[in-house]
C-alpha cells in the first residue's frame, strides 16, 4: 500500500520556521522525483520545491526561493522541506508529492498557518 505520511505543520509567527517531513512507504522511493505543493484557500495547487531522484538537483517556486530548502534521505524514505522566514502569505496545506512515469501519489496534506 503506497503511502505519504506528512508530518511538522502547525501556527508559527511571521518570521519564524517549520520543517515538514514525508514519510514514503509502498514504492521505491529513490526512483521517485519528489516535490512539494501548497494550496491556499481560493487560489490553484501550487509548486512549492521539487527535488531529484538523487537529491543533486533542486528547484522553487520563486515566491519561496531563498527561504525554503527541499532535502531527501533516501535511506529513510523520507523527504522533508525547510521553511524560513515564513510569511503571512504562505499560510496553506502543504501537499508531498512523488512521481516517477505515469505513478504519481500524493500526501493528505498538512496544515500551515501563520500568524502572529
Known amino acids: 500500500q503506497v503511502q505519504l505520511v506528512e508530518s511538522g505543520g502547525g501556527l508559527v509567527q511571521p518570521g519564524g520556521s517549520l520543517e515538514f517531513s514525508c514519510a514514503a512507504s509502498?514504492?521505491?522511493?529513490?526512483?521517485?522525483?519528489m516535490s512539494w505543493y501548497r494550496q491556499a484557500p481560493g487560489k490553484e495547487r501550487e509548486l512549492v520545491a521539487t527535488i531529484s531522484r538523487t537529491g543533486s538537483n533542486s528547484d522553487y517556486g520563486d515566491s519561496v526561493k531563498g527561504r525554503f530548502t527541499i532535502g531527501r534521505d533516501n535511506s529513510k524514505n523520507t523527504a522533508y522541506l525547510q521553511m524560513n522566514s515564513l510569511k503571512f502569505e504562505d499560510t496553506a496545506i502543504y501537499y508531498c508529492n512523488a512521481v516517477n512515469g505515469g505513478n504519481d501519489y500524493w500526501g493528505q496534506g498538512t496544515q500551515v498557518t501563520v500568524s502572529s
Open positions: 509502498g514504492f521505491t522511493f529513490w526512483v521517485y522525483v
